[in-house]
């Protein structure tokens, strides 16, 4: 007899509808009895599908177009309670909500598994990230709860997934070190480059090109102040055994004090190049060193943690990186020489592509027995 996982999804936006695309590929190969998506919620919307055997899900080929002309009005409860009366049911959370986050414990105690690129729950208040690991440990003879979320650093690539491995098999982590963020990488590459003369550009007129290109926040600043990096450097430090926060941090923020609090991005972008100067000095100060600048976060268990703005030397590793690639490199008492992972680690087809892989994970196990 077939297992079907049912599937509920909140914020199907960008990252959201990507997913959706690619089970529904995943459908037209191996069938919708399989995975089967039977509800869908947003901010001002809800649409729960009641599964029969002709139609086990929703139509992933014309979602949208019925999903637009949904008029109930969203209420997480009914989401919730319509998918632990279909278990085997997991809820894919695709937003970036705090408060959905703080969800999670409720939801696993009626039995869901939950997959999400969120990070707010793993790298927020500890006591969170607590009550959900014990929610969703495993426990012998029984059936439990489980929680993915491989997507939330480094999107599709397998980070959490080799850090859980290393921690599993009684690896001791000596550090964790990596460029975490796409939109810096890309920055520093652009101005920083390890080969060549240090790039004639100004660092204003790259940030102002790095956003027309989409690859910034809508303002720019989201991405310099270091706090995206600092949640993933916190959620592989969680991993790792520390009581990491965000408090505990220490973290650089690279946007100059006295734009901090423009009220827009055009006003922060507009002034700018009246820093471009102290920006130039420090890639011409590594240059000289011939060192190259990054921007990255560091987990170290014996010392402090943290992310800043760093030279390397320009046969590193990390000065090599091409485009807004994203490399992490774990150092352990086995991998003297460190063990690392590198790729695109953003953009809405690999960041789905990881949901989808944890997905698939929990199918397996339901499946075919944990």
């Given at each position: 007899m077939t297992v079907t996982l049912n599937i509920g999804i909140i914020g199907p936006g960008y990252i959201g509808s990507e997913f959706l695309r690619q089970v529904s590929e995943y459908q037209k190969k191996y069938g919708s009895d399989k995975l089967a998506v039977i509800a869908v919620a947003e901010l001002d919307r809800l649409w729960l599908h009641e599964p029969t055997a002709e139609a086990p899900g929703v139509d992933l080929t014309t979602w949208k177009e019925v999903?637009?002309?949904?008029?109930?009005?969203p209420d997480l409860n009914a989401f919730a309670n319509h998918l632990a009366a279909h278990k085997p049911a997991v809820l894919v959370d695709t937003t970036a909500s705090q408060f959905v986050a703080s969800q999670y414990p409720a939801w696993l105690k009626q039995g869901l598994h939950i997959v999400t690129p969120n990070k707010k729950a793993f790298s927020g208040d500890l006591q969170l990230f607590?009550?959900?690991?014990?929610?969703?440990?495993?426990?012998?003879?029984?059936?439990?709860?489980?929680?993915f979320h491989e997507s939330t650093v480094g999107a599709g690539l397998p980070v959490l997934d080799t850090l859980k491995n290393l921690v599993a098999t009684g690896d001791k982590i000596v550090k964790i070190e990596g460029i975490f963020s796409g939109t810096l990488s890309y920055l520093f590459n652009v101005f920083s480059p390890s080969n060549g003369p240090a790039s004639n550009a100004k660092f204003s007129d790259i940030v102002k090109d790095a956003k027309a290109k989409g690859y910034t926040e809508p303002?720019?600043?989201?991405d310099l102040n270091g706090l995206d990096v600092a949640r993933k450097v916190t959620i592989c430090g969680r991993l790792a055994g520390l009581d990491l926060?965000?408090?505990?941090?220490?973290?650089?923020?690279?946007?100059?004090?006295e734009l901090r609090a423009l009220k827009t991005a055009d006003e922060f972008l507009a002034a700018l190049p009246k820093y471009d100067e102290h920006f130039a000095k420090l890639n011409e100060e590594a240059r000289k060193r011939n060192e190259v600048l990054r921007y990255v976060g560091v987990c170290d268990p014996n010392g402090t943690s943290s992310v800043k703005l760093m030279s390397y030397p320009t046969s590193h590793p990390f000065a090599s990186l091409k485009g807004s690639d994203n490399i992490i490199a774990f150092t352990t008492e086995r991998f003297v020489n460190p063990l690392i992972i590198i790729g695109a680690g953003a953009g809405d087809a690999v960041t789905a592509f990881g949901i989808f892989s944890d997905v698939l994970q929990i199918y397996g196990r339901v499946t075919y027995g944990r």
């Open positions: 999903f637009a002309n949904v008029k109930d009005k607590k009550e959900i690991q014990a929610l969703s440990a495993q426990r012998p003879g029984e059936e439990y709860p489980m929680v303002d720019p600043r989201d926060t965000m408090e505990t941090l220490d973290i650089e923020n690279i946007v100059p004090e």
